[in-house]
């Protein structure tokens, strides 16, 4: 799986005694486990890292914390693959009741699976109820053909609306190391206050993370009743010109569009 954005990598071979979790790192294979250490952002399922500075502990506003898997499953496995379904509902038990899923048109096996930590649940409140769904990462491997990557976004809200769309554009990108952040989101803003005014936009919303010593990961949806109608918006000469100044604090990033199904438990 390649994906153009930073990552943290869960890798499924290596020895049982090492955390299951790299952070940031090359793709580990199951011929040379490394270890790496963990940063920010990452953690082991069912063991949520209460350090990471951009997740407030503060739920006084009640901020969504957005997670984001994203996972390359075997051929032939759906969304109502009963491991996978297993594997949601274990989720749900332990406390995460929204849920978003979807593949990625691009990757037709490429999984994107977004929980909402809401209403003051936070990551250090969730429990992986290992008795009864059994092991998360031995589960996820039977179906999976890839390590997964996982990342933690904070909104002051999150528009559900986004995630309803017929496809989301759901976007990673990485800042340059030394972009100018407030003026990034300057722009940023603008542009999804002028998507929210489109006709053919649902709803838009995005995050950054920041944190000392990694470059800047901005996580944008974009809820479009097509690909090729987010397509032919972003080809017109003023869509062009906001992109251009983007450009310019960008260093990578990846785009998919996603048909999510969305469930509450």
Not at 7 to 12: G, Q
Not at 153 to 168: D, L, M, N, R
Not at 202 to 226: K, R
Request: glycine share 6%.
């Amino acid at each position: 799986m390649s994906i153009t954005s930073p990552r943290c990598l869960h890798p499924f071979y290596k020895l049982l005694h090492l955390r299951l979790l790299t952070c940031l790192g090359p793709s580990v294979s199951a011929s040379s486990p490394r270890a790496y250490k963990p940063r920010h952002g990452c953690t082991d399922p069912g063991l949520p890292r209460t350090d990471r500075p951009h997740l407030p502990l503060d739920t006084e506003d009640m901020p969504n914390i957005v997670e984001l898997v994203i996972v390359d499953l075997k051929e032939g496995v759906g969304k109502d693959d009963p491991v996978f379904t297993k594997l949601r509902e274990g989720v749900a038990k332990g406390g995460l009741k929204r849920q978003s899923f979807g593949f990625s048109v691009e990757h037709p096996q490429r999984l994107y699976w977004t929980f909402y930590f809401e209403n003051g649940f936070e990551p250090k409140d969730f429990k992986w109820p290992q008795e009864e769904y059994g092991d998360y990462i031995e589960q996820l491997k039977t179906i999976a053909t890839s390590d997964f990557t996982r990342y933690y976004f904070t909104f002051p809200s999150f528009p559900h609306e986004v995630t309803a769309a017929p496809i989301t554009e759901t976007a990673l990108i990485t800042l340059k190391a030394d972009a100018d952040v407030a003026a990034f989101k300057a722009i940023q803003d603008a542009l999804v206050g002028k998507l929210k005014q489109a006709p053919v936009v649902q709803e838009a919303a995005y995050a950054i993370t920041t944190e000392a010593g990694a470059n800047p990961i901005v996580l944008l949806f974009v809820g479009w009743p097509s690909a090729e109608a987010h397509q032919e918006l972003v080809s017109r000469p003023e869509s062009k010109e906001v992109m251009g100044k983007l450009h310019s604090f960008i260093e990578k990033g990846d785009v998919a569009h996603i048909p999510y199904t969305n469930k509450e438990y």
